[in-house]
């Protein structure tokens, strides 16, 4: 299918797609840990844990590190502190992405940005990196019930922009997004950088993939 036919919106994830935040992550987790006295972690296991929220990853990081998982509430709360001190501070734009979502605002298409990070961190990082400007509605793993790879966050993202599912494109960088756009009825287009699990994005059920943002723009 082409997945630019009658397309009305195109919704886009943020970390791995818009922006290399393991910077941040690795910062900000490492601080955690250093605080409870527990060893640090590496970037590989950082790149193959996030994008299902940053409850999973800290859940996911005490299991690595082998400690109590009782630990979670008190890492929870410092890890919300470290991270909003260095978000966006080590973490870069894709190349392509800044042109890639002016030639499809270009277009005419609205567009909607919608994470499993925190709305709020989701914000500023988009305020930082100076893409904040290009999106009508925002929405991160706490807006809903549920997060990606549920279909719900897509559905309602959906309601918020006025379109329906299958004239809204999701563009994304792991099977999370696939996943979730397949359960709602939008087709998916994937970016060839980001992070995956660490697995190959080729595997990953969708329409197609691109290696830079701004090869998304459909022709004509």
């Known amino acids: 299918m082409n997945p630019f036919d009658d397309l009305q919106a195109v919704i886009v994830d943020l970390d791995g797609t818009m922006v290399d935040t393991l910077g941040d992550f690795d910062v900000a987790l490492n601080r955690v840990l250093a605080a409870l006295r527990l060893a640090p972690v590496g970037r590989a296991f950082i790149g193959r844990t996030v994008g299902k929220g940053s409850e999973h990853l800290i859940r996911r990081t005490l299991v690595e590190v082998g400690a109590d998982a009782r630990l979670y509430d008190t890492a929870w709360a410092l890890y919300q502190h470290e991270y909003r001190e260095v978000n966006g501070v080590h973490a870069r734009v894709y190349p392509g992405v800044a042109e890639g979502l002016a030639k499809l605002a270009a277009r005419g298409l609205k567009l909607a940005c919608l994470t499993n990070k925190p709305t709020a961190f989701a914000q500023a990082l988009l305020h930082k990196t100076g893409?904040?400007?290009?999106?009508?509605?925002?929405?991160?793993?706490?807006?809903?019930?549920?997060?990606?790879?549920?279909?719900?966050?897509?559905?309602?993202?959906?309601?918020?922009?006025?379109?329906?599912?299958?004239?809204?494109?999701?563009?994304?960088?792991?099977?999370?997004?696939?996943?979730?756009?397949?359960?709602?009825?939008?087709?998916?287009?994937?970016?060839s950088y980001g992070y995956n699990h660490g697995e190959p994005v080729q595997s990953v059920d969708a329409d197609g993939v691109v290696d830079r943002l701004d090869q998304l723009a459909p022709p004509g």
């Open 131 to 191: 893409l904040a400007g290009r999106f009508g509605v925002v929405f991160g793993g706490d807006a809903f019930e549920r997060k990606k790879p549920d279909p719900m966050p897509l559905l309602r993202t959906c309601e918020a922009l006025g379109t329906a599912p299958a004239q809204t494109l999701m563009v994304g960088d792991s099977s999370n997004d696939a996943r979730a756009a397949r359960a709602a009825g939008c087709p998916v287009v994937l970016v």
